[in-house]
């Protein structure tokens, strides 16, 4: 079992930035991939980011391409997503998961068996 827990949301301003954190813990952390996705008020979840164990592979949503940023710290066990320039329509619950690392799209949300309980991310116009 891999529990996750996020961290880092907040209520922001149009243009502003945000770090959500996810800290992992019970087992190797380095051996999994992980993701962000998000589900804003009557909308389906969506990928945001993803990265692979080592970080050699990086998937991005369109929607955030060039604003958001994913990264990860296999020493501490936590993954980062870095937030610039953010919009209402990011307006969203954050979840952060995992999989035991793998080949194939890391934007497949049904890969990934582990699952944290989210952080409010709500952008103001």
């Known amino acids: 079992q891999v529990q996750l827990v996020e961290s880092g949301g907040g209520l922001v301003q149009a243009g502003d930035s945000l770090r959500l954190s996810c800290a992992a813990s019970?087992?190797?952390?380095?051996?999994?991939?992980m993701g962000w996705f998000r589900q804003g008020p009557g909308k389906e979840r969506e990928i945001v980011a993803a990265?692979?164990?080592?970080?050699?592979?990086?998937y991005f949503a369109n929607s955030v391409k060039g604003r958001f940023t994913i990264s990860r710290d296999n020493a501490k066990n936590t993954v980062y997503l870095q937030m610039n320039s953010l919009k209402p329509e990011d307006t969203a619950v954050y979840s952060c998961?995992?999989?035991?690392?793998?080949?194939?799209?890391?934007?497949?949300?049904?890969?990934?068996?582990?699952w944290g309980q989210g952080t409010q991310v709500t952008v103001s116009s």
């Open positions: 990265i692979s164990w080592y970080s050699t592979r990086l």
């Open positions: 019970g087992r190797t952390f380095s051996n999994y991939d």
């Open positions: 998961a995992a999989r035991v690392a793998q080949g194939g799209t890391l934007a497949s949300d049904d890969s990934y068996a582990y």
